[in-house]
């Protein structure tokens, strides 16, 4: 089954950009992912799901400044002029036929 | 609007049972498959338990396998996560998840003597 592997933590500036990585196990790069974003103290919200080829579809109400991309095993989620509110946790996670699978997360600091 | 509103979970003893529910609107229930993913407190998230659609499809963690059951309802909209033998480490925040795109708020279970 994939293994995904996020970085612990990340930082940015206000205003600034920021790019997460999700990476995926070998053999596995082409599998569709989906990242998820948890501000402290709520419920997880779904960004967007990357496909194979590099595309993204966000969804509903996710802002512009949200954009994915793919190089490889790996899978990007870019947010630019980053705002106190993108301060949160963010997850990716895939699946197959008979499971689905997390990444451990990376905790964004707004600085 | 699409919905998914978690219920079902408290505090329970070692070796007990809890049935969580999660009841779907603003949406065909039937056409999506759900999953249960959980959050034990401070820590990452991890899927736990799908079914499809029509319900004749799981799949389980091999955590909670031979312990937990997923199930579904159409006709009520609502999906099910009959827990027993719970276990001290089975503590966390529990969540409904409409296949990749939709979360709900997630329902407490804290197993404790």
């Known amino acids: 089954q994939p293994v995904l592997t996020q970085s612990s933590s990340a930082s940015a500036s206000l205003g600034s950009s920021v790019k997460l990585t999700c990476t995926l196990s070998?053999?596995?790069?082409?599998?569709?992912i989906a990242w998820h974003q948890q501000q402290p103290g709520k419920a997880p919200r779904y960004l967007m799901k990357?496909?194979?080829?590099?595309?993204?579809n966000k969804g509903s109400g996710v802002p512009d400044r949200f954009s994915g991309s793919r190089s490889g095993t790996d899978r990007y989620l870019t947010i630019s002029n980053l705002q106190s509110e993108d301060e949160a946790d963010y997850y990716c996670?895939?699946?197959?036929?008979?499971?689905?699978?997390f990444g451990g997360g990376t905790k964004l600091t707004v600085l | 609007e699409v919905q998914l509103v978690d219920s079902g979970g408290g505090l329970v003893q070692p070796g007990g049972s809890l049935r969580l529910s999660c009841a779907a609107s603003?949406?065909?229930?039937?056409?999506?498959?759900m999953h249960w993913v959980r959050q034990a407190p401070g820590k990452g998230l991890v899927w736990v338990s799908r079914?499809?659609?029509?319900?004749?499809?799981?799949n389980y963690a091999d955590s909670v396998k031979g312990r937990f059951t997923i199930s579904r309802d159409n006709a009520k909209n609502t999906l099910y996560l009959q827990m027993d033998s719970l276990r001290v480490e089975d503590t966390a925040m529990y969540y409904c998840v409409r296949a990749v795109d939709v979360w709900g708020k997630g329902t407490t279970v804290t197993v404790s003597s």
């Open positions: 996670d895939t699946w197959d036929s008979n499971t689905r699978v």
């Open positions: 079914v499809n659609g029509d319900g004749s499809g799981t």
């Open positions: 990357i496909e194979g080829s590099g595309s993204y």
């Open positions: 070998s053999g596995h790069s082409g599998y569709i």
């Open positions: 603003g949406f065909t229930f039937s056409n999506y498959g």
